[in-house]
T-cell receptor, first 112, second 115 residues
Framework: RKEVEQDPGPFNVPEGATVAFNCTYS??????FFWYRQDCRKEPKLLMS???SGNEDGRFTAQLNRASQYISLLIRDSKLSDSATYLC?????????????FGQGTTLQVKP | ETGVTQSPTHLIKTRGQQVTLRCSSQ?????VSWYQQALGQGPQFIFQ???????GRGNFPPRFSGLQFPNYSSELNVNALELDDSALYLC??????????????FGPGTRLTVL
């Protein structure tokens, strides 16, 4: 089993739609989680952090279910500019050994 | 912009050759991590450098090696290139210190093609 698993999609949605991405992780000891956004042929950029049950930032909501080892990202009122790949990330280790474990990424295409 | 720079932006090599990729970390950051991202996949951790020493390594063979310099910049070296080494190589800088997680800021990457 992969350490971090995501449905690669693609998810094709119309503007204004609500879309949700799921991610499962294998390490039950993980304490923090992240969603990164990656535009085509660009570097990943941090979108949201999740340290407890969830986090909300405008149209974006991330939720964490520790019992099921499951993280989700909800995007409301999708915009064309939301088209990107969304990477679920789980840090491994702490302090000096903080490597990031990435999922495969979920591709979102928002259509006019 | 994150302030992390990488060079070159693109590179084409042939099998068996050697390559060196470079990364300058963001000002004030003392840790550099390298990742390999194959097409259609998420980035995979190669290794991390802190205080000029390797500080954690992923599942990559010894022909992947690196250096960190006193100014915290870093190099990734790959010997005996293979076709499967074709990927986007990302460097990320961060601060190692207090706290359980220190955000990593990514550079724009070097796209390596091995023919």
């Amino acid at each position: 089993r992969k350490e971090v698993e995501q449905d690669p999609g693609p998810f094709n949605v119309p503007e204004g739609a609500t879309v949700a991405f799921n991610c499962t992780y294998s390490n039950s000891a993980s304490q923090s989680f992240f969603w990164y956004r990656q535009d085509c042929r660009k570097e990943p950029k941090l979108l949201m952090s999740v340290y407890s049950s969830g986090n909300e930032d405008g149209r974006f909501t991330a939720q964490l279910n520790r019992a099921s080892q499951y993280i989700s990202l909800l995007i409301r009122d999708s915009k064309l500019s939301d088209s990107a790949t969304y990477l679920c990330v789980v840090p491994h280790g702490s302090g000096n050994t903080g490597k990031l474990i990435f999922g495969q990424g979920t591709t979102l295409q928002v259509k006019p | 912009e994150t302030g992390v720079t990488q060079s070159p932006t693109h590179l084409i090599k042939t099998r068996g050759q050697q390559v060196t990729l470079r990364c300058s970390s963001q000002s004030g950051h003392n840790t550099v991590s390298w990742y390999q991202q194959a097409l259609g996949q998420g980035p995979q951790f190669i290794f991390q450098y802190y205080r000029e020493e390797e500080n954690g390594r992923g599942n990559f063979p010894p022909r992947f090696s690196g250096l960190q310099f006193p100014n915290y910049s870093s190099e990734l070296n790959v010997n005996a290139l293979e076709l499967d080494d074709s990927a986007l190589y990302l460097c990320a800088s961060s601060v190692t210190g207090t706290g359980t997680y220190n955000e990593q800021f990514f550079g724009p990457g070097t796209r390596l093609t091995v023919l």
